[in-house]
């Protein structure tokens, strides 16, 4: 059968047939066109080979306007800075920073100094002409820098050269009343990071939870702006809290971030390169700014290979010497009736098909030409519904398809390459498919795998990192449905003697700094349907007095209000699902008496009254006949009843016995440590009781405490006995929280992810032992095609050309049988020098034993120094991906670094196939 013929076969299957019921469905039946920056096929360059001479520099021009200060010392901290005059801020004129400034000034109608920012011709077109004012580049804008310790004036920088911003403490300054700007010295430390650090900006009112932390009054929230940056040494989230003199400050600080980030963006997209791998240099050639010169060189007209490999490596272009002379005496030579044989150069119009065919994507070339019936028109409509069904396994919708490929169409009737590499580039090609179906969040609780954090209020490790509510923002943004709240007694201010405490979040009596319980949840309140409109649970961790514990249950009402679930949705001894409970509030907190009024229910299960009576959940208990009796103590108890209540489908008990009643009240949760759910693992009986208990019954699971570094364990053996809260380490990226972010990208991070059927469906009895009731083992051949990386960022510690190898893994199969030995390493051969286009080619296929429920696959693209020895290996970028989320065909894979922040401009493009014998 021909392809147009098969095609039209298709097209006539309706597609509601079972015919077409075997393809993946995609993720978004009607996705926004979002096309991802990386190479084209052939793109033109902008103008810089005119950019490439060198003019004078002109003058650097200063700023030496005086601005107003504050007057009045913040609220709530005694040890605040005092502040002077409005005339206090003109003498800080001499520069701090020795970086080069950008030349020429203008005045702004409001009498500012500014610098504008010349960018390419080409640029212009989707830039506005740019302006930082010019004290960004000389003096330093003065601000108030304020965290727990102190308040301190800064003069904070920008660096247009290199995209970042720089700041340092300000010098002493006697003002006219002789009282000082500041009461600590000067220093030479300059701290400094690059507008792509920044992951989150926060203004005003948008900014009142780090403001109320801080004890800041309100009056400064037009003033306040916070900047949560990653810092690129230590490997964390840092925390930039400022207060501007003025709301005219604000704005310039404010507007020049937005312009900083703006611009970065653009010419990343022009250049198509990380702008982080360019030198100052270039940077400037760039902006259409010439390094400061004393003398003047002549304009060159042509372009000599040395010029040509300069220009490389300034781009930050790690490809190999000879590949890129060979280009250049191909375009040489093509020309060379043209060029004055005695330059040997390239004049602009050559300098751009020099480029074009750098950039040239012969991989995707290839694909295109396999998939047209008649290369030499392109590839029509027919051909990319071949390419669409059969090919990338994608869902059968006519109105789909028509407009997808009228989206990309860029010439009469056929599309380019370059058509063709848009699209997978585009939201059209997501290499996640979305699982979610109609009715995916009506079942049950216990039904789903529930995205959990421990720790959730730390931002390092266990012991002495720091708490902070940046902890909690962070974990909702990334869609944790599961958030842990370690709540202790704070210091009365008023009165050191008092037991009346404010309430505090921290990690126990280690060295970690605390935060206000009232504004953890206020963040919370904030930030908690985000990413997810499911409900969030709150795990009370109490270790404070009953006053406090009275305090933290008026907060929780105040501030979460009618979304806190206080009682029962209906009298079910079920628990709701998570299509029920949208937009609200659990709380999980220990029950004080779990044998009170146990009622057993037609289901088995057991269900209490809301009465309840102190319990400490450290009491033992001695079975006597079958009848138990509590061994009482005259401790106080830990939970008050109050907080009890709140536990209304969460009630917290100590584990005992699975056989004992409380372990069947359909409300009950066991947390337990690693080492606790380990040992009972290895027991038979044990475990199977276990995989019971969770088809109806939550357990949490919580890293062991000896983990001081926060590291993760491997949560799919949890998973695979069905346990639904498998809390993380989200502060530590390693491999146990690598497969905890894949397992919900399916949800598009929604937080509940529906169990697989074997582990919701009852255990059947047989004798006096359980059976399990198990899938079927199967048999999933995969095949999985590294063809090609794009752009891979170098290491932050080298300059050497990138010499690029990746490693592919799976993980939590039962068997993987690789269809060669060689396979069995995971790893392809080294490209080396070249972290531009590297391609491999190389395909690693073979069969899975087992279930592909709970099977992920993982990348990691790493370069080597050594070649021969393959010694000194640098892991470049890195994506976990469980193998039944990901769309099978040809897709690009968008990298993490090593800290779990996408690298932007890398992607690694592969084949995945796989299918069931």
């Given amino acids: 059968m021909s392809l147009a013929s098969e095609l039209q076969q298709v097209r006539s299957i309706d597609s509601g047939d079972e015919g077409s019921s075997s393809i993946n469905t995609p993720s978004d039946s009607t996705p926004s066109l979002l096309r991802r920056i990386s190479s084209p096929i052939i793109s033109d360059l902008p103008s810089i080979f005119s950019h490439l001479r060198s003019n004078d520099s002109e003058p650097m021009v200063k700023n030496s306007s005086g601005k107003s200060i504050m007057k009045r010392v913040l609220s709530g901290n005694k040890s605040s800075d005092s502040f002077g005059s409005s005339n206090s801020i003109s003498s800080v004129t001499s520069p701090v920073l020795d970086k080069q400034s950008i030349n020429d000034s203008r005045v702004a109608p409001n009498g500012e100094d500014v610098k504008p920012l010349e960018v390419d011709s080409n640029i212009t077109k989707s830039i506005d002409q740019l302006k930082i004012p010019s004290i960004f580049q000389t003096d330093g804008l003065p601000l108030l820098k304020v965290s727990h310790k102190s308040k301190k004036r800064i003069l904070l920088f920008i660096d247009l050269v290199n995209f970042s911003f720089l700041w340092k403490l300000a010098p002493n300054i006697a003002t006219s009343n002789n009282k000082r700007l500041s009461m600590h010295g000067s220093s030479q430390r300059v701290h400094e990071f690059t507008v792509d650090d920044i992951k989150f900006v926060y203004t005003h009112e948008k900014g009142t939870n780090y403001r109320e932390e801080l004890r ?338 008026k907060i929780l009402k105040d501030t979460l209000g009618a979304s806190l679930v206080t009682s029962t949705i209906d009298d079910s001894s079920t628990l709701p699902s998570p299509e029920t409970l949208k937009y609200k509030f659990l709380i999980k907190a220990k029950k004080t008496s779990p044998f009170k009024d146990l009622i057993e229910t037609d289901e088995g299960s057991f269900t209490t009254s809301t009465t309840t009576t102190s319990y400490s959940e450290d009491n033992g208990v001695k079975p006597i006949g079958k009848t138990f009796s509590l061994r009482r103590k005259t401790k106080a108890p830990k939970v008050i009843d109050q907080v009890s209540e709140l536990g209304v489908y969460l009630q917290g008990i100590k584990f005992r016995n699975f056989s004992l009643p409380e372990s069947k009240i359909y409300n009950h949760c066991f947390s337990l440590s690693e080492k606790t759910i380990n040992k009972m693992m290895k027991d038979e009986v044990k475990k199977t009781s276990l995989d019971k208990h969770n088809r109806k019954y939550f357990v949490r699971v919580y890293p062991s405490g000896y983990r001081v570094t926060s590291s993760n364990f491997n949560p799919i053996k949890y998973w695979e006995h069905g346990v639904q809260m498998v809390a993380t380490n989200w502060q530590t990226y390693d491999l146990g929280q690598q497969l905890n972010e894949a397992m919900f990208e399916g949800v598009n991070k929604k937080g509940y992810v529906l169990k697989p059927a074997h582990l919701r469906k009852p255990i059947i009895k047989s004798s006096k032992f359980f059976k399990m009731f198990q899938p079927a083992s199967k048999t999933i051949r995969f095949s999985i095609s590294i063809i090609s990386a794009h752009q891979l960022s170098k290491p932050k510690d080298t300059d050497d050309i990138i010499s690029p190898f990746v490693s592919c893994e799976i993980i939590g199969a039962d068997k993987v049988n690789w269809d060669s030995p060689p396979m069995e390493l995971g790893r392809t051969k080294v490209i080396t020098d070249n972290g531009f286009n590297p391609i491999w080619n190389e395909t690693f296929s073979g069969t899975i034993t087992g279930s592909l429920d709970l099977v992920f696959v993982k990348f990691v693209v790493n370069s080597v120094s050594n070649v021969d020895k393959m010694d000194d290996v640098h892991p470049l970028g890195l994506l976990v991906a469980k193998l039944s989320y990901l769309k099978q065909g040809y897709r690009y894979l968008y990298l993490n670094d090593l800290f779990g922040e996408q690298l932007v401009y890398s992607s690694l493009f592969v084949k995945i196939t796989y299918d069931c014998l």
């Fill in 216 to 553: 800041i009054s309100k009056e400064f929230e037009t003033r306040w702006i916070t900047l949560i940056y990653f810092n690129q040494k230590k490997g964390n989230l840092k925390m930039l809290h400022l207060i501007a003199d003025t709301e005219h400050d604000f704005k310039r600080l404010n507007s020049a971030i937005t312009t900083m980030k703006g611009l970065r963006h653009h010419l990343a997209t022009e250049f198509l390169v990380d702008l982080n791998e360019l030198d100052e240099a270039h940077m400037k050639m760039i902006l259409n700014r010439e390094i400061p010169i004393q003398q003047k060189s002549p304009t060159k007209e042509y372009l000599t290979f040395s010029d040509i490999l300069k220009y490389a490596r300034r781009l930050g272009i790690s490809i190999n010497k000879s590949y890129l002379e060979s280009i250049f005496n191909n375009v040489f030579e093509a020309h060379s009736d043209s060029v004055d044989l005695k330059e040997k150069g390239l004049n602009f119009e050559q300098f751009k098909e020099f480029v074009s065919i750098l950039k040239r994507r012969d991989d995707i070339l290839t694909l295109w030409e396999c998939s047209c019936t008649d290369s030499s028109f392109g590839m029509n409509q027919l051909d990319f519904e071949y390419f669409y069904l059969r090919v990338q396994h994608e869902k059968y919708d006519s109105n789909e398809m028509d407009s997808i490929f009228c989206q990309f169409l860029t010439s009469d009737g056929h599309w380019t390459a370059d058509d063709l590499n848009s699209y997978l580039l585009s939201s059209y090609a997501n290499p996640i498919q979305n699982i979610e179906t109609d009715n995916y969040f009506t079942y049950p609780l216990t039904d789903y795998y529930i995205s959990s954090s421990h720790n959730t209020y730390l931002t390092g490790r266990q012991v002495g990192g720091d708490s902070s509510i940046d902890g909690y923002v962070r974990a909702l943004q990334r869609g944790c449905r599961c958030i842990e709240i370690d709540i202790w007694d704070g210091p009365n201010e008023e009165d050191a003697d008092s037991t009346d405490h404010e309430p505090i979040v921290n990690h126990g009596r280690t060295f970690t700094k605390p935060i206000r319980f009232a504004n953890v949840v206020k963040t919370i309140q904030k930030f908690a349907f985000i990413t997810s409109p499911y409900p969030l649970i709150l795990s009370l961790e109490i270790n404070c007095s009953p006053l406090s514990q009275m305090k933290v249950v």
